[in-house]
């Protein structure tokens, strides 16, 4: 089955510089990569996620790219909020909407 | 979010009962998932439906029964509880190639 590790698993950064966290997968046939953050006591919501056919996609603060050569893919941060602060999830699948194996998550402390 | 609903949000009970998980949903959403969440091991697949009367394991099934008599619902059973099932267990749900949505979570605790 789908593999996914990714780092590191805690990160601190000062308010205003950028986060990046790493995954990746080893099933080839994943085609979905969706992010979720978890904020403390809360649900999981996903924030960003990538299909197989698309290399990069980004909405305000936050970027994901994906090399599918490489089996991995990577979430960008910019312009860090304390609000940041939280858990962050990657995830694969091979179907949006179906199993979704996920990374171990990464805890993002931003320090004002 | 408040299409997805859990109960009882936070449960305690002794090894060996029986305890029943809720979930509900007012989607109408094809597929639904339970996942358990421990310190460590992130967000782990118990099992997972794709319509009403079809189940499958995920990951970590063990110990664990469901159901999905109902669209909207997908009850998870623990028949004789242990300690290692102390968790946070999460309900979830999708519609087709869409984002999964997750329920609240119960905390449980087996003593």
């Known amino acids: 089955g789908e593999n996914v590790e990714q780092h590191p698993s805690t990160l601190s950064v000062q308010e205003g510089d950028s986060a990046v966290i790493k995954c990746t997968y080893s099933d080839s046939a994943s085609n979905y990569f969706p992010w979720y953050k978890q904020e403390l006591g809360k649900r999981p919501q996903l924030i960003i996620d990538i299909r197989s056919n698309v290399g990069e996609k980004k909405d305000q603060r936050i970027a994901v790219t994906l090399n599918k050569t490489a089996k991995h893919f990577s979430l960008h941060i910019t312009e860090t909020q304390p609000e940041d602060s939280a858990v962050y999830f990657c995830?694969?699948?091979?179907?949006?909407?179906?199993?979704?194996?996920f990374g171990g998550g990464t805890r993002l402390m931003v320090k004002p | 979010d408040a299409g997805i609903t859990q109960s009882p949000r936070y449960k305690i009970t002794e090894t060996g009962r029986q305890v029943t998980l809720m979930c509900h949903q007012t989607?109408?959403?094809?597929?639904m998932f339970w996942y358990r969440q421990d310190l460590g091991h992130g967000l782990r697949l118990i099992y997972y439906?794709?319509?009403?009367?079809?189940?499958d394991k995920g990951e970590v099934p063990d110990g664990y029964v469901v159901s999905r008599s109902k669209t909207e619902n997908f009850p998870l059973t623990l028949e004789s509880a242990t300690r290692s099932q102390t968790s946070v267990y999460f309900c979830?749900?999708?519609?087709?190639?869409?984002?999964?949505?997750f329920g609240p979570g119960t905390r449980l605790t087996v003593t």
């Open positions: 439906s794709a319509a009403a009367d079809i189940t």
């Open positions: 989607w109408s959403h094809s597929y």
């Open positions: 979830a749900s999708s519609e087709g190639q869409r984002e999964q949505y």
């Open positions: 995830a694969a699948s091979r179907n949006a909407g179906n199993m979704l194996t």
